[in-house]
Structures are given as C-alpha cells and as structure tokens.
C-alpha cells in the first residue's frame, strides 16, 4: 500500500532540470566524437557505483559541438577532467550563482 515515488535522479531527468551540462567542441571532436563519449559514459559507470544518483541524463548533438546534461554537476566536472587528461585540451568550468548549475566546457582544435 506504499505509494511509489520517483527518486530525485529521475525526478531531474522527467523535469529536464540538469544540474551538470558539458559541452564537447572544436575540429578533433569530429573525427574523435565515439572515443570522448566512451570516456563519459566510463566515468558515468564509476560514479554510478558510488552514488546511483549521479547519471547523464541525456546527450544532444549539435552539428559543432556535443552536450552532456548531468544529475549532479561534480559529475559533469569528473568527466570533462578526464576527457582533459586523456586528449589535453582546454577545459573550463563556470557555476551558476542562482541556480545549482555548473557549465563545463572542453575544446581542442586538433
């Protein structure tokens, strides 16, 4: 007779409301697109051992640039990390002042 309640993961990823967004940029993504997104899920799984509450939500494909919206934003900043150790790069990260958001941002030319 318990009611059924949605945990706050997915509670997020029915609203829509990511709390990480990495976004993937620049020339070496085209040609290395499949490679990074393994990194991420890779990362996803680890996190996901520790903390089941710490999921990609969703990946969208631009056509310059690919986005990875998160449940938890130290998930965000772990992955563009190691996309960052594994293909240099430049990674940067900004945090909303209002709002529980981080913006990570990875880009390599080439």
């Known amino acids: 007779g318990a009611p059924l309640r ?9 609203d829509g409301f ?3 967004i990495l976004t993937l940029r620049g020339a070496f ?3 290395h697109r ?8 890779n990362e996803e799984r680890r996190a996901r051992a520790v903390n089941p509450l710490e ?4 990946i969208r494909e631009g056509n310059r640039d ?3 919206l998160t449940t938890d934003g130290k998930l965000a900043q ?12 430049v990674v940067s990260f900004k945090w909303s002042e209002d709002a ?4 990570v941002t990875w880009t390599r030319e080439i």
């Open 18 to 20: 990511p709390s990480g």
């Open 100 to 103: 529980d958001l981080l913006r």
């Open 34 to 41: 499949d490679e990074l997104l393994k990194i991420a899920r």
């Open 29 to 31: 993504l085209k040609f």
């Open 78 to 89: 772990r992955i563009g990390r190691e996309i960052r150790k594994a293909y240099q790069g």
């Open 55 to 58: 999921r990609i939500m969703e």
């Open 66 to 68: 690919v986005e990875l």
């Open 6 to 14: 949605r945990c706050p993961a997915c509670r997020k990823i029915a």
